[in-house]
């Protein structure tokens, strides 16, 4: 029985990426917010490698920023080299990536934390989740108990505890319990969530060794520097002002390649040792010697730690093999014949729960006020994690202060894609985010990303003035500007139909017009105007897409709908749309399986429903 206990509307617990946005957005809407996590030292930390952004993931970065999250502007204070991807492809691909300062990110994102008001950081580990049976049979989330015999009680509890329920790490035959190397487990919030009657399930992932930068012979490596102009990720930050730090390019080889596939059998993923599934496609380097074995080489990207470690990571070759395996293996490697292993990599299995147990809103459905966010839901990423610890944070300070749910939709940005696919679909693997995964990715671009969500963010409550004023005045410079290509006519067309041209370059606009030329305008709006007016075609058939998606979404499904009622719909399509409870025509139509055949059954049986009786819900 504890003795000690604590009162708070939101519990949070575990401060990684998703812990830290989930307990900033839900302190900054007014929740009494408490972060709970094993280890105060290790708060915001990156588990694998050291940068954040890169393709599908930079977007949602800026998503974040734009609706008043963290990870925007902590990486731009703390990143050591900014690149844009993609910028030989059209706007849609253009991705942001960024390497950090792994430390000065934890203490950037610590100290925020510490000094957000209604936000208590404390260091415990979480080991039950205590909740109450509700008179309707269902549970109702009370609190958590935590070690050392004490009780934090609150309205809502989010569970963001990434790799580390049930975790194993492997290296070679040698099996560690712990979520992260120098880190513990938690066996017990597992049990707990069983005995709530949640699934859970096993994923593994893995990461690189780490080498001595003082042991590699740069010489012998190609150099791959930051960005002439590194752009920011968040919309509040001016200029990137931190020197860039140069990473290092070298590859794999057939001796190395012959080494591994010698010593496969004591590779924990190929011996038996782990049989869970890992991501796909980001694959340990035993992995793509055996799927690409007509390669014989693969790019190996050396990824600075620091500004004051010499501390270099090894992207490309995640590996679990025996440590003798990696030392051999790494010598191997132009440029690191004589490289110094700091730290070995090794794999990491890990308990999950598959997200169809929970609403849109990252709620499960099964405990009233319960939420989970980040890689407990399968994803893998910062980005994900982050993403989602954000709506779950604002979405439980609005369950304590009586607000209704806040979703996103899938055409108004990745993150709506994000949730919609993880509490629709489920996942099968690792999931993480990639731009095909959103049919409406013209619209969905890095560089309207406040465009498209800064408005909603304010309307929550987590714009602050001066990022609102900012964005008011950028869209008056667009309108502005915009309205000066309709009006302005040079050769008889219209400035907006010369901009349309492929060839057609702003400088030859300001040539053709004195007015344009004089026009105040910020690097960032005139930005949003040539691509809105580049793309306008492309733009206008994707939102007419959009208007029709829309449409069959309008068709909402009362709560607890009885599918089983509908005799004639499948008995597979009625376990599925049983199993996802979707909220509209639209969900149901993304769950695999569902047919467009059921989809017009529902839809005449809910039409003959309303008609009958209006009021049903
Ligand atoms: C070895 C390894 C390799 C990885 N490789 C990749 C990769 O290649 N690519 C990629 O995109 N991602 C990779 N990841 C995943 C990436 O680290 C996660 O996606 C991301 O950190 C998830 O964020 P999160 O907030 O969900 O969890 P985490 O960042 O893992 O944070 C979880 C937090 O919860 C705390 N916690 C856990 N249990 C408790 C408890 N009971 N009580 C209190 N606190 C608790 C932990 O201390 C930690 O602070 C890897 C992770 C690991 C460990």
């Not at 969905?444 to 408005?455: E, I, P, V």
């Not at 040539?511 to 910020?522: D, G, Q």
Request: charged share 20%.
């Amino acid at each position: 029985m504890s003795t000690d206990w604590y009162q708070f509307d939101v519990i949070v617990i575990g401060a990684g990426h998703a812990g830290c946005e989930a307990a900033l957005a839900s302190a900054r809407l007014g929740a009494k917010t408490a972060l709970l996590t094993m280890n105060c030292d290790t708060v915001g930390q990156m588990s694998c490698n050291p940068a954040i952004g890169g393709v599908a993931k930079g977007q949602i970065v800026r998503e974040i920023d734009a609706l008043g999250g963290e990870m925007g502007r902590v990486i731009d204070a703390t990143g050591l080299q900014f690149r844009m991807l993609n910028r030989s492809k059209g706007a849609a691909m253009h991705s942001p990536r960024a390497q950090a300062d792994k430390k000065a990110y934890q203490f950037e994102m610590k100290r925020r934390i510490e000094e957000q008001a209604n936000l208590t950081l404390c260091q415990e580990v979480i080991e039950q989740l205590v909740s109450t049976l509700q008179p309707d049979g269902s549970h109702a989330i009370t609190g958590v108990q935590v070690r050392g015999n004490a009780t934090y009680k609150a309205q809502a509890v989010i569970v963001t505890t990434g790799t580390f329920l049930q975790a194993i790490m492997h290296t070679g035959e040698a099996k560690t319990a712990g979520g992260r190397a120098g880190d513990g487990t938690t066996g017990t919030l597992s049990d707990s969530l069983r005995q709530l009657g949640f699934e859970l399930q096993r994923f593994k992932t893995g990461t690189p060794a780490r080498l001595n930068g003082r042991t590699i012979d740069y010489a012998a490596l190609t150099e791959q520097p930051g960005d002439p102009d590194p752009q920011p990720f968040s919309f509040l930050t001016t200029a990137i002002t931190q020197p860039q730090l140069s990473c290092w390019l070298t590859e794999t080889n057939e001796t190395m390649h012959a080494l591994i596939r010698a010593n496969l059998h004591r590779a924990p993923m190929y011996s038996g040792q782990i049989q869970s599934t890992g991501p796909r496609y980001c694959p340990s380097i035993e992995d793509k010697v055996v799927r690409f074995a007509d390669k014989s080489s693969h790019h190996i990207f050396l990824e600075p730690e620091g500004y004051n470690t010499k501390e270099i990571y090894c992207n490309g070759i995640s590996t679990s093999l025996p440590r003798d395996v990696q030392d051999q293996f790494i010598h191997s490697i132009r440029g690191l014949e004589r490289a110094e292993i700091m730290r070995y990599g090794y794999a990491v299995e890990y308990d999950f729960a598959p997200p169809t147990q929970l609403q849109p809103t990252l709620e499960t459905k099964r405990v009233r006020g319960l939420f989970f966010a980040g890689q407990i839901n399968g994803t893998t990423g910062y980005e994900e994690a982050a993403g989602q610890g954000l709506l779950a944070g604002i979405n439980a300070a609005r369950l304590v202060a009586g607000a209704g749910p806040f979703v996103i939709d899938r055409a108004q940005a990745y993150l709506g894609v994000l949730i919609d696919d993880l509490v629709t679909k489920g996942v099968d693997e690792p999931y993480r985010m990639f731009t095909s995964r959103a049919e409406f990715r013209l619209i969905l671009r890095h560089d309207n990303a406040d465009r498209r969500l800064t408005k909603l963010g304010q309307e929550i409550g987590l714009v602050t003035p001066d990022r609102w004023q900012q964005f008011v005045e950028h869209e008056r410079q667009i309108a502005l500007a915009q309205q000066l290509l309709k009006s302005t006519r040079h050769q008889g067309i219209t400035l907006e139909e010369w901009l349309r041209r492929p060839e057609t370059e702003w400088t030859h606009l300001q040539e053709m017009s004195p007015t344009l030329a004089e026009l105040e305008l910020a690097p960032r709006a005139r930005e949003q105007v040539v691509i809105e007016t580049k793309y306008m075609g492309y733009i206008k058939r994707q939102e007419a897409d959009v208007e029709k998606a829309q449409r069959v979404q309008s068709v909402t499904i009362p709560a607890n709908f009885n599918f089983n009622g509908i005799t004639q719909l499948r008995r597979e399509a009625r376990e599925k749309l049983t199993k996802v409870q979707p909220t509209d025509l639209g969900q149901a139509g993304r769950i695999s399986g569902i047919t467009p055949a059921d989809l017009a059954v529902l839809l005449l049986y809910l039409k003959e429903r309303g008609r009958l009786s209006p009021s049903a819900g």
